[in-house]
Structure formats: C-alpha cells, structure tokens
Nanobody, 124 residues
Framework: QVQLVESGGGLVQAGGSLRLSCAAS????????MGWFRQAPGKEREFVAA????????YYADSVKGRFTISRDNAKNTVYLQMDTLKPEDTAVYYC?????????????????WGQGTQVTVSS
C-alpha cells in the first residue's frame, strides 16, 4: 500500500552533515506519521526521530537531540532527516517508516511500512 525509498546516505567525516530523504508512493502520504530508525552491524534497530502526520509534533532519541532534525513536505510526499555534527557512532543503515495510527512513534512495531535503507558512514 505504501512504498518508501531512502536516499542521501554516504561517507562523511566526523563533524560533517548529511541530509536523508524518504520518498513515499502508493497511498496518501499525509495520513501517516513518519519515523527514522537506524541499525549498525551486529546491533539492534534503534529509534532516531519521528514526526506526526501534520508535522506539528516531533520526537527525537536522546543520542541525536540538538544534532538531527526531522521534517516533512506532504506536497512532495517526502520526509527528511537533516544530520549535523555527525559522529562515528552515527554510522549505520538508516531506514524510514510509516505508521497509520502510532501509539508513541518511537517503537519499531508501530510502523507498517519500511524502506530499504541508506548507508551512512562517518569517519574519524
């Protein structure tokens, strides 16, 4: 019903910035809350940020507060993750996801649709 495609990942030096994009298709994008998660090799999936369907509410993991910013453009069916002051520990595959009726927005099981992910590598 919903297809999500992430882009914008790459290799960046510590302290640098990247902007991830997630393009949605197949259903009304504005009806969904959106979230970003990440997963490093051998580690569990970790919540990063979430945004409400209207864009009026956002929520961040403590590890990225003050450095990452989530936003959405419903006219373009796209959600963004601006990542500043990147650290080596931010290295992971980043996934976007869509939730129709989330409880909190921070749990992976709330999200019904997932993208394929985009690799972010931060070197020191």
């Amino acid at each position: 019903q919903v297809q999500l495609v992430e882009s914008g990942g790459g290799l960046v030096q510590a302290g640098g910035s990247l902007r991830l994009s997630c393009a949605a298709s197949g259903r009304t994008f504005s009806s969904y809350a959106m979230g970003w998660f990440r997963q490093a090799p051998g580690k569990e999936r970790e919540f990063v940020a979430a945004i409400s369907w209207s864009g009026g509410s956002t929520y961040y993991a403590d590890s990225v507060k003050g450095r990452f910013t989530i936003s959405r453009d419903n006219a373009k069916n796209t959600v963004y993750l601006q990542m500043d002051t990147l650290k080596p520990e931010d290295t992971a595959v980043y996934y976007c996801a869509a939730a129709m009726n989330p409880y909190s927005g921070s749990y992976y099981y709330e999200y019904a649709y997932w993208g394929q992910g985009t690799q972010v590598t931060v070197s020191s």
